[in-house]
């Protein structure tokens, strides 16, 4: 069981950049991806990059390499997404998540964060 708080979204105009936390407190060592997700309005839940705490591997959607970086600070149990170069189709509220295992895909990550919604505008 972990509990996670996202923070940092909001509104950014078309070029710019954002920093998005992932705070986890709980049994955080009962965690061993935590991953980044992202919901559109009317759409999908979709992932949006993949971290190992422990280090060594790292997933990112296409639509989002280059631009985005997920990184930790596993002495803070936090985990960041740096957006940069943000596009409009990049508006959504963004999800923080955990899982025991490697996996990319919604079903698989147990614990969620509420979410914070990133807008971009053009």
């Known amino acids: 069981q972990v509990q996670l708080v996202e923070s940092g979204g909001g509104l950014v105009q078309a070029g710019g950049s954002l920093r998005l936390s992932c705070a986890a407190s709980g049994r955080t060592f009962s965690s061993y991806v935590m991953g980044w997700f992202r919901q559109a309005p009317g759409k999908e839940r979709a992932i949006v990059a993949a971290?190992?705490?422990?280090?060594?591997?790292?997933y990112y959607a296409d639509s989002v390499k280059g631009r985005f970086t997920i990184s930790r600070d596993n002495a803070k149990n936090t985990v960041y997404l740096q957006m940069n170069s943000l596009k409009p189709e990049d508006t959504a509220v963004y999800y923080c998540?955990?899982?025991?295992?490697?996996?990319?895909?919604?079903?698989?990550?147990?614990?969620w964060g509420q979410g914070t919604q990133v807008t971009v505008s053009s």
């Open positions: 971290i190992r705490w422990s280090g060594g591997w790292t």
């Open positions: 998540a955990a899982t025991r295992v490697i996996a990319t895909t919604p079903a698989d990550f147990a614990s």
